[in-house]
């Protein structure tokens, strides 16, 4: 990892990117614990990760990686993703969007209020979304 994303990953932490790992941690905690949200758990798991260090990496879709289509890309993903949505994405993405707000206040805010915008768009729809070295 770069100096620049190990600085930027550390002043994200300390201004708003633990707490929404946590969150992310717990959305996958609860998935699994319910067995049948287990595929939605380590997708949460693995953006949680993301969530907490976002600099330096970024999300895409795993066709753009693998050049092929598997479930989680195909129509299953879209049924998994919907899910999703209704029983975690919007409280992610809620509370992705009230930090990013909170952040654009300030001038040094905006590029982490940013990450926190994408990161909302993920927590909408993170169902065949690889995390990969940006």
Do not use: C, Q
Not at 10 to 39: C, H
């Amino acid at each position: 990892m770069a100096p620049v994303s190990i600085l930027l990953n550390l002043l994200w932490i300390l201004i708003g990117g633990a707490w929404m790992a946590f969150g992310w941690l717990i959305a996958s905690v609860i998935m699994a614990i319910t067995i049948v949200g287990l595929p939605w758990a380590r997708a949460a798991f693995n953006i949680a990760v993301y969530t907490l260090l976002p600099f330096g990496s970024r999300a895409v879709s795993r066709y753009e990686v693998t050049g092929m289509s598997d479930i989680g890309t195909g129509p299953l993903g879209v049924f998994g993703n919907i899910i999703w949505l209704v029983l975690a994405g919007w409280w992610l993405a809620l509370g992705h969007l009230v930090t990013a707000v909170v952040l654009a206040i300030t001038i040094i805010g905006i590029p982490f209020a940013w990450a926190h915008l994408k990161l909302a768009g993920i927590a909408l729809w993170p169902i065949g979304k690889v995390i990969v070295p940006a």
